[in-house]
């Protein structure tokens, strides 16, 4: 079968290498054991479109059902997390994964092989800031934009709706700090097909929008075609990389950066920016295609954002994991910090300000009477539900072929893909599969309930009295 011949190239692909190059803090499965029985999907895994058993910088124009000749749904299935189909879910997240973080051309264009041209911007990179789009980045970021050679980052909020203040805090209102005290930030991009949609129909306004919905009513972004894949948004989470503190910035895909602070958010009143190094530890890949047209969400994750088991990391001294600390036992999971007395605008709003030097976070660092010595911890972030065993499967192939290549995307997993029968198909009653699903850097402190296509379900904007549905696209709340 494959899958024998797939195990035995993977056995000789890890085999080659040296003892120097395994680290605790990278894929600690050498050889992944794959239970066909439970996910016989498996079986017909596929690295590229084209079938061949490469990596390939080739985007998935839709989710292929890997239990078929010609991969196609059958009649009668339902949005039910279920090992009969969800592999074929993730592996198309896998394979949007991998073409998105190809190495790319000066025109976005992927180019050479998936391990060359490693300082290249990615294919995703050269998506458009949804913030360009709208015209609705903060005042002092535009001249920032001509830095030749680094990312320029101004969001610590996943998902906000406000430009100056509620940027600074994620998709529930609060940030979220990593184990070294400073602030996570965010950056949403779009693609081009999207991007054409929105300015050639004048939607980047809400008056935009609400003449739109008054000539054709509520608008769909594009789904793909038999040659062009269909609208997609990416939404990336950063950390910043302070080899001072013990981090390993070889594990992480980095990227040279300068982070812009508002007046609002920083300590002294005045805005001001960082230069540092930044590492991906977040990523959610948000398609719109024919067959599911309420879009396939996709999340990944750093393997050491946190543990998937607490108590084994409570006597694991080899990794640092970026939101979980061991030396705090008592440290609450999935608290949001504290409010500090005073950060408040002049309208009552509050905020978290920024310290103009690192540690960025740590006025809401978090001490434990009788632990460590009264040492602050950034958040302390847990997992609520476990990544399902066949997405774990898949991951566990793509990260060893990804490690053979000595590639830095083996230290990132697919946590799930959410997804839901198409709008116009039986039975009419549907649901998300899975219900819930979130990403511990995006959706930190609302796991237990976060559900990408339940929450983009209310993505609306509201002009001259009358609610306008986006699309399940929070990115329209940026229109002015």
Not at 22 to 44: H, Q, R
Not at 351 to 370: D, L, Q, S
Request: hydrophobic share 35%; proline share 5%; net charge negative.
């Amino acid at each position: 079968m494959k899958i024998t011949t797939l195990l035995i190239l993977l056995f000789l692909f890890t085999s080659c290498l040296s003892d120097k190059n395994k680290n605790s803090n990278t894929i600690a499965m050498e050889v992944p054991t794959i239970e066909t029985d439970l996910c016989f999907a498996i079986d017909s895994i596929r690295f590229c479109e084209d079938k061949t058993d490469s990596f390939c910088p080739k985007l998935p124009l839709d989710v292929y059902y890997l239990n078929s000749k010609d991969g196609q749904f059958q009649n009668g299935y339902s949005s039910t997390l279920s090992p009969n189909t969800q592999p074929s879910f993730a592996n198309f997240s896998w394979q949007s994964f991998i073409a998105l973080n190809w190495p790319a051309d000066s025109n976005g264009n992927p180019v050479g092989e998936l391990n060359e041209n490693t300082n290249n911007k990615r294919v995703w990179e050269y998506y458009t800031d949804a913030s360009t789009v709208f015209n609705s980045a903060p005042k002092g970021v535009t001249n920032l934009n001509t830095t030749q050679g680094k990312k320029i980052l101004h969001l610590s909020s996943k998902n906000p709706e406000s430009i100056q203040v509620s940027e600074f805090l994620e998709a529930d209102d609060y940030p979220l700090i990593d184990r070294n005290l400073n602030f996570v930030v965010f950056e949403e991009k779009m693609n081009s097909i999207e991007e054409l949609f929105i300015t050639k129909n004048n939607l980047t306004t809400k008056e935009g929008i609400y003449n739109y919905k008054k000539k054709h009513g509520d608008f769909q972004l594009p789904t793909n075609t038999d040659k062009k894949v269909g609208a997609m948004e990416i939404k990336a989470s950063w950390r910043i990389i302070d080899t001072s503190k013990g981090d390993d910035a070889s594990l992480f895909f980095t990227r040279e950066a300068t982070i812009f602070v508002d007046a609002d958010n920083s300590i002294s009143g005045q805005s001001f920016t960082i230069d540092c190094t930044i590492g991906l530890v977040g990523l959610h890949i948000l398609r719109k295609t024919k067959k599911f047209n309420n879009w396939v969400w996709s999340t990944f994750e750093h393997v050491d954002n946190v543990p998937d088991n607490v108590q084994e990391a409570q006597t694991d001294q080899e990794t640092n994991w970026s939101f979980y600390n061991p030396e705090c036992l008592n440290c609450a999971p999935n608290t949001p910090p504290q409010h500090i007395a005073g950060d408040t605008l002049s309208n009552g709003t509050v905020v978290y300000r920024w310290n103009t030097t690192a540690p960025y976070g740590a006025r809401y660092g978090v001490t434990v009477a009788g632990e460590a010595n009264g040492k602050a911890f950034g958040t302390q972030v847990t997992r609520v539900y476990p990544v399902y065993y066949c997405t774990e499967q898949l991951n566990s192939i793509w990260q060893s072929k990804l490690k053979a290549l000595g590639s830095v995307f083996a230290n990132y997993k697919l946590v799930g893909t959410q997804w839901m029968l198409p709008l116009d198909a039986p039975p009419f009653s549907k649901i998300n599969a899975p219900f819930f699903l979130g990403n511990t850097t995006a959706e930190t402190y609302m796991q237990d309930s976060a559900s990408c296509i339940s929450c983009h379900d209310f993505a609306t904007v509201k002009y001259n009295g009358e609610t306008i549905k986006t699309d399940f696209s929070f990115l329209f709340s940026k229109a002015k």
